[in-house]
């Protein structure tokens, strides 16, 4: 009862300053008296622009409720598809050169990127609607479970417009103001983001090579083994051959989410007819570090693998041909 009550006043809340141009309001001024001080932006200026906020109360919801809280059985099937996989292949066939170099610099497996920017953005298809500015201010000052985290995204949002000389007025993403075709959040794009097609500018929309060199300088950066693995599948036949099958199955009887193996972690997902169990590494939790969900890290690497799978059978069918 007490979270009801309170969902509905934080999404209520921005009705009490509706007559308040968003600029003005208290909490909004105490931010852009922040960023003069801080970062000696013109305090006219940056009100001005935060009175062209326009409140999204869609992106609360969104935020409240993440696709990503769906069930394992329910969450996977949209992503791995025919569709995406085929997708993925087109790209992986188009940017191997990048793929390639992205791979020998920085050690990340090309499957790995493609199946990131195939469930960030479907290739480019769908970098997001909102504009950034609204669904970040919206986030910050509008609700209060994520407001830290927010406010700092809309400072970092501020910084890299004037970093990169972007209009912060019309630049849009999605409803958590990621931008690009790997739907970086405005801190992961000033601190991870790289020319890595090498012509003088960051292009995370349209420049595909800047995004693969990205997404792979962000995984490096966040502790990726290089030839390590991800995840493994528990099966009665990786029982029998695993090291510390015993220890696997004692957990197996009562194991939670989380249950430290000798050599990973144990994770169970929920399917239609009980769970699935896998073992998960250090790299997994370096996905993790894109996306906070266990369903997101592991539909990523899924995803790679039926990529990769396609990838290989075409690569030997050519060879016999």
């Not at 500015?133 to 479970?145: E, G, H, I, K, Q």
């Not at 003088?200 to 390590?228: C, F, K, M, P, Q």
Request: charged residues 20%; hydrophobic residues 40%; positive net charge.
């Amino acid at each position: 009862m007490k979270r009801i009550i309170f969902l509905t006043l934080f999404f209520i809340l921005p009705c009490f300053a509706a007559n308040t141009p968003f600029g003005l309001r208290k909490d909004v001024h105490a931010f852009v008296v922040s960023m003069h001080q801080q970062h000696q932006f013109d305090t006219r200026k940056l009100t001005a622009l935060m009175n062209d906020v326009h409140p999204l109360p869609v992106v609360m919801q969104q935020t409240a409720h993440p696709y990503e809280e769906q069930p394992w059985f329910k969450y996977y099937p949209t992503f791995i598809t025919p569709d995406r996989i085929q997708k993925g292949i087109i790209f992986w066939k188009k940017n191997n050169d990048a793929l390639t170099r992205a791979e020998k610099i920085y050690g990340v497996p090309p499957a790995i990127i493609v199946a990131l920017i195939g469930i960030e953005s479907t290739y480019g298809e769908n970098t997001g609607t909102y504009r950034v500015l609204d669904s970040v201010s919206t986030l910050a000052f509008n609700y209060p479970p994520r407001a830290k985290f927010f406010k700092n995204q809309l400072e970092e949002f501020l910084l890299l417009c004037r970093e990169k000389h972007l209009d912060p007025k019309t630049l849009k993403g999605s409803y958590a103001g990621a931008i690009g075709q790997p739907q970086f959040i405005p801190s992961s794009f000033r601190h991870y983001a790289i020319d890595f097609s090498n012509n003088g500018t960051i292009d995370l929309s349209y420049n595909t090579t800047d995004v693969i060199g990205s997404i792979a300088n962000y995984l490096y950066l966040n502790g990726w083994h290089r030839h390590e693995r991800i995840a493994t599948k528990i099966t009665e036949h990786t029982k029998s051959i695993a090291s510390d099958s015993t220890m696997i199955n004692s957990m197996l009887k009562g194991a939670s989410t989380h249950l430290n193996l000798r050599q990973g972690t144990l994770l169970k997902l929920k399917t239609k007819n009980g769970y699935e169990h896998w073992i998960i590494y250090p790299n997994f939790f370096v996905i993790l570090t894109y996306n906070h969900s266990v369903n997101y890290a592991m539909v990523a690497y899924e995803l790679s693998q039926a990529i990769e799978h396609v990838m290989s059978r075409s690569a030997s069918d050519g060879k016999t041909s």
